[in-house]
């Protein structure tokens, strides 16, 4: 493994297990032979990836604020609700699709650093649970707000991508799918570019990993762990805009089940990793659609308990996550 | 001598626990001073209280001027503080770490780097290997080499020489040297190892439970049997 990692320019850290590589290695194979003989495993499994990333893009925000945190944000998923209504004022205002996209982005940055500075500071140095508590309080109060601001009914936003079909290889492939992993993609690559080649982002992870230790190089962790809120909240709202246009329809609960598939997707990844939060989105995605399509049994009244099922059948054999790493420390 | 760092009758606690009654100590630019003591006497807590980690009451100056706000805001104005176990980040490569180094300033890193090159030429080629894979005395020159990078007027040293080989403590201490000749940074450093301490410093400073009990020119205090036997235990 260690020669691997050598070989490539990673650090090791960042590589799963040998075991988990292998497995990982396997579903890529299977996907591509099954792929290749049907038609339909084919549309499936791009479908799964287009759904998994929305998971892995929620799960990812999950995972940068436990990081700093070390604590689950339950009002994630809320947050990004509230951003696609933000969005879609806008476009009520006459903004176009685009435009309201990317002021929504700057807007979910702003709500972030806001909620991180009026709400969570307050407790931050109190106990985990009371953190925990005070998201919980936060999922209810931006329910609460959305509803009596914009009403339970649904509403209708147009589509980012129309609804084009492609064909690849004689395989449909919808415009929506294509551009939501595209969005994905990039922004978690800008992401990491971030962290890794900008100042303030090499000090939020220098304050994630020692927090003591960073403020003595004189990193303001304070404030950057307000910009890590912001940026979760940023990736959080990516996740709700992709979302939207696949339930064709907005509202107030529109993120709640894809919270719950997100906080899977950064279980199976590990929890600590944010590659392993998109690598457990795209698995649990296509997963799902696979499963649904071809054991009938399951159809798509039990996708959401046969996925817990399965995290949990791996949390069994792999306690820390596909990606996760038994934390060890000397002191 | 001009003072570049003085401390008038600091108190410090952590909590209810009291770990320094009124210390007072000041330290020349471009001097090397040395803190020695016993377990438990305030040592780390003196370089706490000027990087301000720990509650404290009393004036601390650097070269005049009041330190005040976090230990992110005393970074800024020029203090590099190596605490206990380094401070290194064991996840960051060799390189992340330097660069968190010079956290405070902005502009190109590589005329930093390649002086740091003369100082541990190993550095250059560890440059992409995570700091917790090095060893001891490698992550302890990676710490200075961290705290040169912040182009520091005042350089606090917790304990250097802990569990280093003793080979490189004398090793770690010659470098100490150099940069403070050649950099002119001003070094305050904490030590149990009294003998290399007293070589190294020009002023000392021995505590006693969170007072000063005694200090002065080192060259005086090596002279003095007594005084050698009873403080310094060798």
Known sequence: MAELARRLPIPERLLPARPVLLVLVAAC????VGSSI??????????????????????????????????????????????????????????????????TLAIAFVFGVVIQQVVIRPVQHRSVI??????????????????????????????????????????????????TIVIVLVCVLALWAFFRFTKVGLGMRAGALRPEAARLVGVRTNALLAVGWG?????????????????????????????????????????????????????????????????????????????????LLVLLVKPTGLFGHRSVRKV | MTALLELNEVHARYGPVKA??????????????????????????????????????????LAGNALRGGPESVARLGVAH?????????????????????YTRSGSLRDDFTRIGTYFPWLQERKHQQAGTLSGGEQQMLALARAFMQRPRLLLLDEPSLGLAPLLVTEVFRIIKELNESEGVTVLVVEQNAHIALQLAQAVYVLEVGRVALSGPSAELREHESIRRSYLGY
């Open chain 1, 29 to 32: 194979i299977f996907l591509t």
């Open chain 2, 82 to 102: 190596v605490p206990e176990g380094r401070g290194t980040f064991a996840e960051l490569t060799v390189w992340e770490n330097l660069r968190l180094g010079a």
């Open chain 1, 231 to 311: 940026l979760a909240a940023v990736l959080g709202a990516v996740a709700g805009l992709m979302t939207e246009p696949s339930q064709y329809v907005l509202s107030p609960t529109l993120m709640q089940p894809v919270l719950l598939y997100a906080f899977a997707a950064a279980v199976l990844g590990g929890l600590e990793s944010p590659g392993g939060a998109l690598v457990g989105g795209i698995a649990l995605g296509v997963f799902l659609n696979l499963i649904g399509q071809y054991w009938t049994f399951v159809g798509s009244v039990l996708q959401l308990p046969v996925a817990f099922a399965a995290l």
């Open chain 2, 20 to 61: 320094l009654h009124g210390i007072s100590l000041s330290v020349g630019e471009g001097e090397i001073a040395a803190v020695l003591g016993a377990n438990g006497a305030g040592k780390t807590t003196t370089l706490r209280a000027i990087s301000n980690t720990v509650e404290r009451e009393g004036e601390v100056l």
């Open chain 1, 38 to 103: 049907s038609t339909l495993f084919a549309q499936l499994t791009v479908a799964g990836v287009a759904s998994g990333v929305v998971f892995g893009s929620l799960g990812l925000a999950l995972v940068l604020i436990y990081r700093a945190t070390e604590v689950i944000n339950f009002a994630q998923g809320e947050m990004a609700m509230a951003c696609v209504y933000f969005a879609y004022q806008l476009m009520l205002w006459g903004l176009s699709y685009w435009a309201a996209f990317f002021s």
């Open chain 1, 130 to 179: 009371a953190v925990v508590i005070v998201t919980v309080g936060l999922f209810i109060l931006i329910d609460g707000l959305v509803e009596w601001k914009w009403g339970a009914n649904q509403r209708f936003m147009p589509a980012p991508f129309g609804n084009q079909v492609y064909r690849l290889g004689g395989v449909p492939v919808a415009r929506q799918q294509i551009g």
